[in-house]
């Protein structure tokens, strides 16, 4: 197991074996409900940013507190890339290429 981030309230994120997950104290693990993602920071709303592998490289994304998957178009050309962070306005950075 591995541990991304955890923010002001006490909720963590990380993963396990090939899963990513999201812990709360009222909630407990809840498993991103993708497949080959893992998250990379989470920011004091519960907003997590992540990655999603593909067959062809690799797509960033946000999970939101309420559960919700949000990709994030890359630049044009670009072929993959990855969310590295959030802020608590939800805006997110990161990489590609």
């Known amino acids: 197991m591995g541990l991304a981030g955890i923010n002001n309230r006490g909720e963590v994120i990380g993963y396990l074996e090939a899963y990513a997950f999201r812990w709360t104290r009222s909630g407990g693990f809840v498993q991103v ?3 080959d993602g893992f998250l990379t ?3 004091a709303n519960g907003d997590a940013s992540g990655v999603i592998a593909d067959g062809f490289g690799s797509k960033p994304f946000v999970w939101t507190a309420s559960g919700e998957i ?3 178009k890359l630049p044009a050309g670009a072929t993959s890339g990855g969310a590295v962070d959030i802020n608590d ?5 990161g990489t590609f290429r």
């Open 33 to 35: 409900p993708i497949a």
């Open 41 to 43: 920071a989470i920011n």
């Open 70 to 72: 949000r990709t994030i």
């Open 89 to 93: 306005n939800g805006q997110v950075t």
